[in-house]
């Protein structure tokens, strides 16, 4: 049953006279966020991330996440409206992440925005995470437009697509196994740094020589856009197994395998983003996600783009992780649009786009 009647356009002229404001809500994994978007800025982002909870045990505990956001939710909520200057009053509607990510958490996030909606009577409307990361570099650059060519790089996905529009993207290449960021993730565990692994692996990148060692890009047999990033672990294993001696004469450092194994997913995701510029003949790129947030993945696209003269895009940051800002955004850009949702929404841990 669809608790909310109203599938009506907002008009130009209604979005001129009153700004509408929307709160946003992700608890996807283990960023508990809420902000406020206006459809010119950001009002608030604030962004409780769990990572202390979680690194005791090298890698999230969906079931501590999904009680940490129950925890934190309310007052993360409240945070981000008294940031924003806004009461619920105020609010013009509800946006909540609905998938894919990790159950439970997910759960937690669109039953209280489902209650919270509800009792306020505000629109309600469900966001895919991944149309969050991939639009939000409309979040900071006004001359940021479809079409583009948006490389989705997080902890479960490295999907690259074709956006033409809002709400019409193809998907044209993704991961067989593992995600860039899970392989940041696994290599940062091989090589004894903490978690969450990128950002360690990264900087340890930064120190280390990327010429000492050659890990082998995953060729498709097929010839298929798609990644693989599974054997690139293992040969990063193997090559801590077969070389204790190298490492413990300090020959080779855990460093110069970071870079190397760095090199490899920077390479591999430059040489898909290339095909599918040429293929299709696009003239805008971006990169989002949480690994976009690694500075030499970012640089060297950055340097690819401007040699074919491309324009390119990476959010900042703090928008390139889990962020409320992004899911407002997309809540926004649905709402305008009469794209609502019912209470009938459900989590969907393996939504796609
Ligand atoms: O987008 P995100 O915050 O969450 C998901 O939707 O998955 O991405 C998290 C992933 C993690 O795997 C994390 O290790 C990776 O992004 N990450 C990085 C960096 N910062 C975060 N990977 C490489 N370099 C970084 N600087
Ligand atoms: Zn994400």
Redesign the pocket.
Known sequence: MNLFTPRKLLTKKYLRRNTLKVLGIET??D?TSAAVYDGKKILSNVIFSQVDTHKVYGGVVPEIAAREHLNRLPAVVDEALSKAGAGLKEIGGIAVTYGP?LAGPLIVGVSYAKALAYASGKKFTGVN?LEG?LLSPFLENKDFKFPFAGIV?????TNIYIAKDFGSYDLMASTRDD????A??KA?KMLGLPY????E??KAALKGNDKKIVFPQAQMKDNSMDFSFSGLKTSVLYYIQRNQGKIKSGQVTIEDIAAAFQKTIIRTIVKKTSRVLKDSGIKTLAIT???A???S?KEELKKFAMERKIGFYAPSNLL???NGAMIAYVGYERIKRGLLSGMNLEAQPDLKI
């Open positions: 996807s994994c960023e990510g995470h990361h790089v997080s902890g479960g996905h995600a860039a960021g899970e940041f993730d940062a969450p692994g990128g950002p692996v990264s996600g949480g690994v947030a690694n500075i993945l390139c992780t889990d």
